[in-house]
């Protein structure tokens, strides 16, 4: 005990001050890299952008939406409500990842821009249209 004793009248040290507000139009650094990485038409179309797709899709997505992309996911077997069918335009699907769209989970925080690319190419290669 003898050394908390020696902490024992030290002057209290003052709170740093609040940060000052960012300048008015400033951008937060990467931004611009950000929105240009998410920006159409999003990376080529590859077998390894096909392939991280499904992969992030099935880890990501199909729980809720099933392998198909007709909202038939396992979540809805065991009792959620139904779950409309994913959209196919990459579009559409870059801001349901992006954003709580329809109730979904956002998953922006988790996906990067060329995930997200790879899911949307994922869900618009689903449409019954798009098979060879």
């Known amino acids: 005990m003898p050394l908390l004793a020696g902490c024992d009248g030290w002057p209290e040290s003052q709170p740093p001050p609040p940060p000052r507000p960012a300048p008015e139009g400033s951008v937060a650094r990467g931004t611009a890299a950000l929105r240009a990485a998410l920006a159409p038409p999003g990376p080529p179309v590859d077998g390894?952008?096909?392939?991280?797709?499904?992969?992030?899709?099935?880890?990501?997505?199909?729980a809720c939406h099933g392998a198909a992309g007709r909202g038939d996911g396992v979540v809805v077997a065991r009792g959620h409500p139904p779950i409309p069918p994913l959209p196919a335009d990459p579009a559409r699907s870059m801001a349901a990842i992006a954003e709580n769209r329809g109730g979904s989970h956002p998953f922006a925080d988790r996906l990067s821009p060329r995930?997200?690319?790879?899911?949307a190419r994922h869900v618009e290669a689903l449409r019954p249209e798009a098979a060879p």
């Open 48 to 62: 390894s952008l096909r392939r991280l797709g499904a992969d992030r899709y099935a880890i990501f997505c199909a």
């Open 115 to 119: 995930e997200r690319w790879a899911v």
